[in-house]
Structure formats: structure tokens, C-alpha cells
């Protein structure tokens, strides 16, 4: 019997926009957790590095590792496709590293229906308020509105999946927010469980889409 106790998988999913991507870096650099690098079909933004932030790549060469099997899971968001790669993730995972995703709620619900061995803790990003949602957007895609609007909508449907996961956090303090995700994880990871206000993240969600 082997000796080595696996890795457990993190999985952060949001609407566009929340913050979630700077909590994704701030818990894998300060809790020894690997980055699951995801491939998209998406162009590359400004400041976006091949190969550390996402494996940029055209739509025939996505199609080409859909049909080899190589995604743990993938979707399509606002036109592209995004998938995460089984093969570095599960080498990770058996010699005891653990492992965190940046993904959409489709993926998300992909790595749950696979019953995989490992443990899986699964949260849920809130952004403050409508309006802060919207500059962050702008203020991202270099005041692109149209892009921004787009995300806005696509923000109404996907914040809905709130109630799959096991943790939701407001993000209106980077700080406080990073803290909860982590006290939250160590939690879980001595089997022992936290709940959150289920009824307080209810109202937000509505004022959200108000
Ligand atoms: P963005 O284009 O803003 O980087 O990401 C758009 C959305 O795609 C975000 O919600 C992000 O979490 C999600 N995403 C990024 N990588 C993956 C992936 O590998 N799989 C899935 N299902 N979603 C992803």
C-alpha cells in the first residue's frame, strides 16, 4: 500500500469578472496548491503569457485533444472553448499535490459527475455589487463596452449556480475573502465542515440582479 495520501482538488468558479483568477494565484503561491493551466480557444489578452496563464491554442487543435481524450473536462464560455488537461492534473494529484481550478460551473459540474477518487472542495466567487461588476469588466478588456455588456448578461444565467457549490464567498475585500476560502479549506481537509449564511448570499445574489 502506498504511503502517499493524494492531493485534494480546489475548484473557484465565478461570473466573469469577480476576482476570482488573483485568488486562484494568491492560494496556489501562499498553500503549495499547482494551477491546473487550462487550454482555450480565447485570444490572449494584454498581459496574458502563453503557457502560464492559460495554453492558447486554435479550434482544430482543441477538437484534436477532444477527440484524444485529453480533457479531464471542457465547455464553451461566451464563444471559446476552455478545457482543463487530465494528465498533469492527475500526476499531481497521486504524488500528493494538491490542485486548483479556475473553471465555469459546466466544468465544474463535469469533475463532480466523474466520482473521482480524490476529494473535491468546490466555491463560488460573488462580486460585491452590479456596478463593481461592471467596471471591473470594463476596466479588463481595455473599455471594450460591448464586451463588457455581453459578460453582464451571461453574468444573469451563470450566477444562478451558486447553490452547487459548497462554499460562496463575496468578494468585497480581497483580504477577508482569501482568508475565508482558506480557513474554509483547511477545514474540510481535517474532515471537519463550516457552513456559510445561506441566506445572506441568497439576498446578495437577488440585489445582484436587481
Ligand atoms: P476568461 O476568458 O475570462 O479567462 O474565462 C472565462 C471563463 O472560463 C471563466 O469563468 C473561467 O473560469 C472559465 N474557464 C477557464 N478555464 C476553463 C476550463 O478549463 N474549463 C472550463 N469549463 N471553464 C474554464
Known amino acids: 500500500m502506498s504511503d502517499i495520501k493524494e492531493g485534494i482538488i480546489v475548484?473557484?468558479?465565478?461570473?466573469s469578472g469577480a476576482g476570482k483568477t488573483s485568488?486562484?494565484?494568491?492560494?496556489?503561491?501562499?498553500n503549495n496548491f499547482s494551477i491546473s493551466i487550462s487550454?482555450?480557444?480565447?485570444?490572449?489578452?494584454?498581459?496574458?503569457?502563453?503557457?502560464?496563464?492559460?495554453?492558447?491554442?486554435?479550434?482544430?487543435?482543441?477538437?484534436?485533444?477532444?477527440?484524444k481524450k485529453k480533457f479531464l473536462e471542457y465547455a464553451k464560455v461566451f464563444n471559446n472553448?476552455?478545457?482543463?488537461?487530465?494528465?498533469?492534473?492527475?500526476?499531481?494529484?497521486?504524488?500528493?499535490?494538491?490542485?486548483?481550478f479556475d473553471i465555469d460551473w459546466q466544468g465544474t459540474e463535469q469533475i463532480k459527475q466523474k466520482k473521482l477518487k480524490y476529494k473535491i472542495i468546490t466555491i463560488f466567487i460573488l462580486p460585491p455589487s452590479r456596478k463593481e461588476l461592471f467596471s471591473r469588466l470594463l476596466n479588463r478588456d481595455l473599455n471594450d463596452?460591448?464586451?463588457?455588456?455581453?459578460?453582464?448578461?451571461?453574468f444573469d444565467k451563470d450566477v444562478l449556480h451558486w447553490k452547487n457549490y459548497?462554499?460562496?464567498?463575496?468578494?468585497?475585500?480581497?483580504?477577508?475573502?482569501?482568508?475565508?476560502?482558506?480557513?474554509?479549506?483547511?477545514?474540510?481537509?481535517?474532515?471537519?465542515?463550516?457552513?456559510?449564511?445561506k441566506n445572506l448570499i441568497k439576498n446578495h445574489v437577488l440585489g445582484l440582479l436587481k
Open 23 to 30: 485568488l486562484v494565484k494568491e492560494i496556489s503561491s501562499k
Open 166 to 197: 459548497d462554499l460562496v464567498v463575496i468578494n468585497d475585500n480581497f483580504d477577508k475573502c482569501y482568508d475565508k476560502i482558506i480557513k474554509y479549506i483547511n477545514l474540510e481537509k481535517n474532515n471537519s465542515s463550516d457552513n456559510y449564511n
Open 81 to 100: 472553448y476552455y478545457g482543463s488537461s487530465k494528465d498533469e492534473v492527475f500526476k499531481n494529484l497521486d504524488k500528493g499535490q494538491n490542485v486548483i
Open 11 to 15: 475548484i473557484l468558479s465565478s461570473p
Open 145 to 154: 463596452e460591448k464586451n463588457a455588456k455581453e459578460r453582464m448578461k451571461q
Open 39 to 67: 487550454h482555450t480557444t480565447r485570444k490572449p489578452r494584454n498581459n496574458e503569457v502563453d503557457g502560464s496563464d492559460y495554453y492558447f491554442v486554435n479550434e482544430e487543435k482543441f477538437k484534436d485533444l477532444i477527440s
